[in-house]
Nanobody
Framework: QVQLVESGGGSVQQGGSLRLSCVAS????????MSWYRQVLGKERELVAL???????RYGDFVRGRFTISRDNAKNTIFLEMNGLEPGDAATYYC???????????WGRGTQVIVSS
């Protein structure tokens, strides 16, 4: 079965850094794009970063050059390096992928990021 397991969340001070990881299993990881989303209570889930199967990336407008998404296909893992964290970055961060045949979205359970001033 498909599984996505996030880790690396925690509590940091404003301006600090975190590195999130998502380990995937149950599908041919190297063939699919992977994404990070985030969500705070009462607000819509929003795209943080996406990386394609061939390593091209894009980011939400709020990232402003502070984050980097990467993937290690040998480890079936994606990462999100976050620098210059702000209070507005506090959220639960989710790993996501969309598979085909059948088409379906899969989500991890999330990892929480807290940013204190």
């Amino acid at each position: 079965q498909v599984q996505l397991v996030e880790s690396g969340g925690g509590s940091v001070q404003q301006g600090g850094s975190l590195r999130l990881s998502c380990v995937a299993s149950g599908f041919t990881f190297k063939n699919f794009a992977m994404s990070w989303y985030r969500q705070v209570l009462g607000k819509e889930r929003e795209l943080v970063a996406l990386i394609t199967n061939d390593g091209k990336s894009r980011y939400g407008d709020f990232v402003r050059g502070r984050f980097t998404i990467s993937r290690d296909n040998a480890k079936n893992t994606i990462f999100l390096e976050m620098n210059g964290l702000e209070p507005g970055d506090a959220a639960t961060y989710y790993c996501q992928t969309q598979l085909l045949r059948p088409k379906a979205d899969y989500w991890g359970r999330g990892t929480q990021v807290i940013v204190s001033s």
